[in-house]
């Protein structure tokens, strides 16, 4: 028998909504059918390659990969005669998969109530036991569009509530969260290590002056670019609003880097044209 | 519009978005933005639209040991810093114009300030007028403000020109051993440090402002300010300054007379059985 929470509900639902949010979806005609959740577990089956020794190119990997060369001529054991930037695919791949698979997990679970869409979505990923290992979970609550029959597989935002109300009174429709994830690693070569290090471009000056660190600054400048162009290589045409991109770098050791760039947002598609809008007026809250 | 006439216009409209996603975009030309709905409404009403998410970094080298002992500004520091600035600034002019942009806003600055280097990153969605062709990098403007705010700064007739900003580090040289053993135990000003402060209040201040000047400005705005000890260096303190340069664009400024409204949302109040006691 069918929920229907406009004329007496006939089962119970569950749903994260506030309470607000829940007001602000009947007066969408969007009725909430169920609390729905996706997981995934996820090794990174290429961690190890992550501690391959310097000289060994990961350009076979695919993706974007740079070399950088010793200026000095010098041979030595300790001496950084080459670096490397190389992105971690496997990474990518992994962080990618985990997170797909909770997402396609969580549109299941709404598409098997009969959903529409799934409205305020939250994803996490906590590291698990175990080196590399990282649970992805996402959350929302499925909704129905009130005396209609779903067509598609279900449509997920990360909004809710009056910013829902907002985004279909401006013109756009909710069609996926996207969520991506770049990682590029840094092998320093020598001249990037005595920058780091605070010394000049060779091991014989002491700098005086402040130089830019070429390795580091191609580095973090492509894993956002990568960041973004996967976002974008998702959109198909459409847009993607309220991104949020997160850049986190970690330091094995001294010129081992890793760069971490997630980027979230909210895939939207135009269904009309901005209506030409009144030019904000100033107020002020009397609270 | 009625309330409930507004409430079927609106179950309309979320029908017409259900409908609409039976079939693929049409479009060609796909943004990004980490801007609100709300911030993009604002900019839709200046006649402004949202371009592409951009994002500018860059990282310079302090040599070794300028951190430790000495007197005066800490020249090399303040150079590695203005210069990560400038660097990061630069490329986010080139990522934004390349994209179509006219300018950047609502700019995130994460500034990370090691001992032997520092690292600026700003990360901002790139917009333009409407439908407006490519620019310049040159002319491309770059600002903290959100798009509120700008849509705000634009509707009073200025116009923002990029970001000001002024670093200086500074020593607090040591007392003598006399001079410590003497205050000690003491409630006393240790001057050494309160001036080392003014000294690089005034450089980095001093700075900004110039850098507001070099860019035909005539004020900066939302300032921001950064400063006190640096953790790595106990004899060594930071002020760091920076903002978004303005320029009166219209013949004058359009006064904005706020109405005053009265919300009726009333904040949710929760039971706090603490009240009881």
Redesign the interface.
Known sequence: METNLVDGASTGFSSGLSV?DFAACL????EPVGLVQGFCAMQAGGFAMGLTQMGQPMGGQGGYVENYQCPHGMVGGEHRMWGQNYEQTWVEQSWSGGFTAALDRMRDEAARLGA??VVGVVDTETPLAGAGVVEFHLRGTAVR?VG?TP??TP?TTYLAGQ?L???????????SVVAVAASVRVYAYCVTEY??????VNIWS????????NQ??RA??LS?DLA?SM??AQ???????????D?VDREHERGDLEILST?R?NRV????A?ES??????????? | MSGENR?DD??A??????M???S???????????????E???L???GWEAVE?V????????????WSWGQGEIT?AT??HA??FS?AIR?LHHEAATAGGHGVVGVHIERSIF?????V?L?GTAVRPIGAGRISDDHVFVSDLSARDF??LV?AGWEPLGLATGASFVYAPRRTIGAALAQQSQNVELSNFTDAIYAARELAMERMQQSAIDLHGSGVVEVKVVEGPMAFAAHAVGFTAWGTVVRLAAGEHRL????????LDDP?VTFDAATLG
């Open positions: 607000a007066a969408m005609d969007l529409h869409g569009v209609t067509t598609n449509w910013r109300v907002k985004l279909f009174e401006s013109g756009f429709a909710p069609v920058l780091m290090g605070g010394g000049g002491s700098s005086s002056s402040s130089v830019e660190i580091i600054v973090q400048s956002r973004r976002a974008r959109l198909h045409g459409d847009d993607l609003h309220a991104a949020q991109l850049v980027l947002g598609r135009r269904f009309r901005f809008l009144a030019t904000p007026r100033p107020t002020v809250r009397l609270t | 409430h609106l179950r409209k979320v029908r017409e978005a259900v609409s996603l039976d693929p975009s049409t479009s060609s030309e796909a943004t990004t933005s980490d801007l609100s709905l709300d993009e409404l604002n839709h009403a200046i998410l994002s500018g970094y860059s990282a310079f080298s302090t040599p070794m040991g300028v090399a150079e590695a210069n990560a660097s490329r001992s032997t280097y520092t690292a990153s990360i849509s705000r509707l904005m007379r706020p109405s005053l409204v009265v919300s949710v």
